[in-house]
């Protein structure tokens, strides 16, 4: 499990865990990945889901597309229930077989790796990013001083 969703559940952002859940759906349609992540939220997050609003999908697989499955993931953005999450996932794994016949599961590890190595990359950028504004307010702070001992000075000899 990546390293950024466990801090997004940690943060309680239910809206960036429902979309991480739903996104990993569609880039991994086998799912192992997305239980581990679920498993967690679920675990940490009471409040994941939402009622069902009750909207109506077809049951019926020869009918599920692409389309349809982007556009349960956006009702699912409005609308995180368990009922919708449970189809998404079917209809994941329906429309992407293709996807989920050719993805071989060390893929899914090695992803989660490099994912996990991204986020270290950039968690080291935003820290030095901020030691590099730290030092240069610090360095602003002494320049204002220099220049208020300035001005006192120039004050003095003026009078």
Known sequence: MRTKFAKTVENNN????????????LIAPRGNGFKEMLA??????PDLYETDNGAVY???????????LHNLKYDLSKNFSREKLTLFVKMAQYVLKDKVEKEPEKTDKVFEQKLNDLD?????????????????QNRLKKIKGRINNLVKNFKHYEN
């Open 58 to 68: 077809t049951q019926n697989e020869s009918e599920w597309t692409k389309d349809l």
């Open 120 to 136: 270290a990359t950039k968690d080291a950028q935003k820290f030095k990013s901020e030691e590099i504004r730290r030092k240069a």
């Open 14 to 25: 239910l809206f960036g865990v429902r979309q991480a859940l739903a996104d990993e759906m």
């Open 40 to 45: 967690y939220a679920e675990q940490h997050l």
